[in-house]
């Protein structure tokens, strides 16, 4: 008993840092009702501040702290004033892509700033030890768990009996009542904004001595901080903080529990980082049609959808093209063409999940790495290109798992959901010895009719031969993308994306669509995932994480999530890409990569959320084709004509 009691306190540290988290997603929800996925990396950013200062300059603890929380209020009011204020009317998704962006950028500056490695931050709070019960522990615990729910009582003070907090209050409701009673929204959203990340940072610089400072690790600190901040309806502070200290005891005692002999093998790793997953789940599908929503003064609209037009000429030069990049570059030049052409299949997922259907995704490396984790294990089985098929199916059955919450949930709770979902398959899974394996997981070299397709040889860093087998595959898969986009189900899937209850008044199965959507993009991924896994010889977990996912919505929302050809431009600039290749080789921008697309991906996503090629001329040109005279004779007879016509079909955020 006295051991289950310490893994419980010692779990409060990580659960403060849930607690903090949840609080300040939760008030920044309250005045502006968006729901800040970077919020992890603006929690952090002032934790850096303080170590920096206090280690690297030598400045006193409070000048130290004050200066750090000074940074956080200054961040959190540009990344208001630039980024999501003039998102407001925005649509979830260039909510979620300008969140991912500043997750990116800040993470980006991090690293250019302080480093990659992690950082011991002096503590601020006492740390010694506490006997009870016959266990001892230190007591920066207890403190942090206090520190966390007097800003709870705080807070709810705050929401309660302030003019600012009441005022606030009310344009959750209705900002034009707001602004009718004399009050700015775009005030009352900056004063949240720079509270939310006050307490997030606060928390963060007190509880990093303990949990360290990590960058990667506190960015995702998100996913459990969504989960207590929706277990409080995205509304009590109060109900956000028991749930993150709840949370951060239940996972201390499940890892405790792990090392149980009884404990199942296969569920040694993992289980503890599934238990968010299981929250929001549970949550979103239980209550998310009751979840609090935002009374704007406008809605906006996702991007518009074009019928690609496939024309031979064009399509065979653009094919000829890449055959051409392949033959004519060598070594590190052709192995960016590859993995330009491989991030184009999975931004290619994108394209039918997101643009089509409008279901946003954070879980596409999840599903790209269950392929190729996959792969691993029956290529030595399964000949080629049966072994392919194989991993791409069953990364399309968690595809559809994933999927079902879908059923319930859209827009930004579904991009909370497989975010979620992402962390969890990654944690429980590709880091898992006793699922992934723990001997490297080699692939096999591909080879069909006895032809050698492997991406390399003793003296060939990327063999055409290789690459010339992703071309094929990219270009199948642009055709069947482009033919479902001019069929009935492209249709269908645009009208789900329009409106979902227009759609099902007509008869349309809007459940079905959306598990066929999933269905499509999980399994395009896979492909990608398989032929990553080739192009690796082996993988690692960091192949498939979070952040990759991230980086894959980032790229292809730059080059336009509702067209192939922005699908095609987001390979060519994806991380180790043909495009960061060059620059990086030319310009040597390598280093700065990162943070340069992170910055334009924000830009992109306030102001041309459609897009760099929206209005793409080639191969797959996206045209609005001009009805005949006999067209519009007909249709003066049959309304239903005109729905047979490629045209844009602009959609209402999901």
């Given at each position: ?262 404990w199942p093998d296969w569920a040694s790793v993992g289980v503890a980082q599934s238990i968010p997953l299981l929250l929001i789940v549970a949550v979103l599908v239980g209550l998310g049609h009751r979840l609090p929503t935002r009374g704007a003064l406008a809605a906006g609209r996702l991007p518009a959808v074009r019928t690609p037009s496939l024309r031979p000429i064009p399509f065979v030069a653009l094919v000829a093209a890449g055959a051409a990049a392949l033959l004519l570059t060598q070594g590190t030049y052709r192995f960016g063409v590859i993995t330009s052409m491989v991030a184009a299949l999975i931004a290619l997922s994108l394209v039918v999940l997101t643009g089509l259907v409008g279901q946003i995704s954070l879980a596409q490396a999840a599903f790209a790495g269950t392929a190729g984790f996959a792969l691993s294990k029956i290529g030595t089985g399964l000949p080629f290109p049966l072994s392919v098929l194989a991993a791409a199916l069953l990364a399309t059955v968690v595809g559809v798992l ?253």
């Open positions: 008993m006295a051991q289950h009691v310490l893994f419980l306190v010692v779990g409060l540290g990580a659960g403060a840092a849930y607690a903090a988290i949840a609080m300040a997603l939760v008030t920044t929800h309250r005045g502006t009702g968006v729901i800040n996925i970077a919020q992890g990396a603006v929690a952090v950013w002032p934790a850096y501040v303080f170590q920096e200062l206090r280690v690297g300059r030598g400045v006193a603890p409070l000048p130290a702290f004050a200066l750090a929380l000074a940074s956080a209020a200054a961040l959190a009011l540009v990344l208001h004033l630039l980024v999501f204020r003039p998102l407001r009317p925005a649509p979830a998704l260039s909510r979620v892509v300008a969140s991912v962006g500043v997750t990116i950028t800040i993470q980006a500056a991090i690293v250019q700033l302080f480093g990659t490695g992690r950082r011991a931050v002096p503590p601020l709070l006492p740390r010694d030890p506490v006997h009870v019960w016959g266990i001892s522990f230190s007591q920066d615990r207890l403190w942090l768990a206090g520190v966390a729910i007097a800003l709870a009582v705080a807070l709810w003070a705050f929401g309660r009996f302030t003019r600012l907090g009441l005022a606030t209050r009310a344009a959750a409701q209705s900002e034009r009542g707001a602004v009718l009673m004399g009050f700015s929204p775009d005030r009352l959203g900056a004063a949240t904004w720079v509270l939310g990340s006050c307490v997030a940072g606060t928390v963060a610089i007190l509880v990093s001595p303990t949990l360290g400072l990590d960058s990667i690790a506190w960015t995702f600190f998100v996913v459990p901080g969504l989960a207590c901040a929706l277990v409080g309806r995205l509304e009590s502070v109060g109900a956000a903080c028991a749930a993150g200290l709840a949370l951060g005891a239940v996972q201390a005692e499940i890892t405790f529990l792990s090392g149980k002999s009884w994933v999927a079902v919450p879908a059923l319930r949930i859209r827009g930004i709770q579904l991009a909370v959901a497989t975010l979620a979902a992402g962390v969890a398959i990654e944690e429980l899974v590709f880091r898992n010895p006793r699922l992934a394996g723990s001997s490297g997981n080699l692939i096999p070299h591909p080879s069909l009719f006895g032809g050698d397709l492997a991406v390399r040889d003793a003296g060939t860093t990327a063999r055409w031969q290789f690459g010339a087998l992703v071309l094929v595959v990219l270009t199948l898969c642009c055709v069947g993308v482009a033919m479902l986009m001019r069929s009935q189900l492209g249709r269908t899937m645009l009208a789900v994306r329009s409106n979902e209850r227009a759609a099902a008044s007509i008869g349309v199965d809007v459940a079905r669509v959306k598990l066929i959507a999933f269905a499509i993009s999980s399994f395009l991924a896979g492909l990608g995932g398989a032929l990553i896994g080739y192009s690796r010889g082996q993988l690692s977990p960091e192949s498939f994480g979070v952040a990759t996912s991230l980086s894959l919505l980032a790229f292809a929302y730059l080059g336009g999530i509702t067209s192939i050809g922005g699908a095609l431009l987001a390979g060519a600039f994806a991380p180790l890409g043909i495009g960061y290749v060059v620059l990086d080789r030319t310009l040597h921008l390598g280093k700065h990569y990162l943070l340069a697309s992170g910055v334009l991906l924000i830009v992109t996503a306030v102001l041309n959320p459609s897009g760099l090629v929206a209005n793409l001329n080639g191969v797959l040109h996206v045209h609005r084709r001009r009805p005949r005279p006999a067209e519009h004779r007909h249709a003066a007879h049959d309304d239903s004509s005109s729905a047979q016509a490629p045209r844009p079909v602009p959609a209402s955020a999901p």
